[in-house]
């Protein structure tokens, strides 16, 4: 079931989005720059934390803020239409609604199936899962602690898992259907991403600075990130539609479980003591105490020298891009598990919260927000192409709409800003494509 059926059936104010779009994607965008076409007319009266679009329409844009805000704007019916194209929001959940947060929202989300439902996580303890149309809760959550990211499966067939990274140490699994909890994973996160290769593999960003590949339908994780394991190169693309199967990140676990094995069996050998999990023993040289999520000694591998503040995983699931509290950004192999080597420059980011990342369909560039700017990077030199600026504080959150070839970044200055190609529709219509790959501000 969609949401605002009314508004779509009304003749006089539907767009034909697929139109421009088609155009759009027809050739290269050379620039990017604050749209003179279109303006987001901001509520909050807080920090944006979570910016999303909606994956089924790419028409509905979700919002939410630190005042305990969240609204929703139609990208394609603008309440004003001359000389800008302004876009209100069409509801507004602030503390004045009965159901609504009492502290900062730190991740909204649309159902990746329908506009039926959304998600809101907040630092007031709570998950809430919405009823769009009748804009009232319908299930909620109750979390021991801060609830600093939310994510849902873009994927998911079987599951309606909302994982949840919250400030006691672990990432609960919520399940929509049942209104309870799934099961616990034991790691102390601050940010936490679905693989886009399969409904069963979540990646988490750890305070310790460690990257962990979970399989929900079993104990532990199965891959831990290390920035000492490198590899030189990008790996050739594959197929249109062919993704990473289950079997392949099952196949991880199975050697990863092979070689703990393998470890435990020399160990033994060679007549040392094998301690428990979590255990660490009174003198030797191990004093740092295990990690519970870990599964073995050989697990305490770290991708950042800090917090891990940042995850994206690219469309096609190959690859992650990772940012810490280091200021450092990593491009990792899925696969492989290793450091591809790109060179990002080293870049100021936030450190007291996730950031948002957004990455273009073809994974060329990534938007790192960085401080009051947005950087613009390539994924696979780690060249910066261009600085965003139009922030007055802060940037917290980026999204690129893949239809519309826009990006919309929200900041703690409270504004929504839209970042649009720089040739005009008429030139995009009449022009010639041109091959051009740099970006601007």
Known sequence: MHVWKEIRDREGGKVHSHCFAKRIKSNRISQLELSNQKDIVSPHKGAINSLQIDSTEGRYLLSA????????????????????????SLFLLDKHHRHA???SVSSAIWYPIDTGLFVTASYDHHINVWDTNTIQVVVNFKMPGKVHR??????????????????????????????AFAHTLLDGVMTVEWSNSSEWVLVTGGCDGAIRFWDIRRAGCFLVLDQSRTQLGRRPPVLKGSMMTKSKALSLQDSSTKSRAAQKKHANGSGSKQLPIGRVPSKGPMKQRLHPGMLSTQDRATAHYGAVT????????????????????????????????????????????PLQFAT????????????????????????????????YECVNSCWFNQQDQE???????????????????????DGPAEDQDNWSS
């Open 101 to 103: 947060h009492k502290f």
């Open 65 to 88: 803020a630190s005042d305990a805000s969240v609204a929703v704007f139609d990208l394609q019916r603008p309440a004003v239409y001359q000389p800008i194209s302004k876009h209100s």
């Open 150 to 179: 939310a994510a849902m499966s873009n994927l998911s067939t079987s599951h309606m898992l909302i994982a949840a990274a919250t400030e006691d140490v672990q990432v609960r699994l919520c399940d929509i259907a049942s209104g």
């Open 407 to 429: 990006l919309y970044t929200g900041g703690n200055d409270r504004q929504i800003l839209v970042w649009a190609p720089a040739r005009s529709i008429a030139d995009e219509m």
């Open 360 to 391: 273009t369909q073809d994974a060329t560039l990534v938007f790192v927000p960085c401080m009051r700017s947005v950087k613009a990077f390539d994924m696979w030199s780690g060249n910066m192409k261009s600085i965003l600026r139009g922030h």
């Open 310 to 353: 940042g995850l994206k995983v690219t469309e096609d699931g190959m690859y992650l891009l990772s940012a810490g509290s280091d200021s450092r950004l990593r491009l990792w192999d899925v696969q492989s598990g290793c450091d591809t080597l790109v060179n990002f420059e080293t870049v100021r980011l936030q450190i007291n919260k």
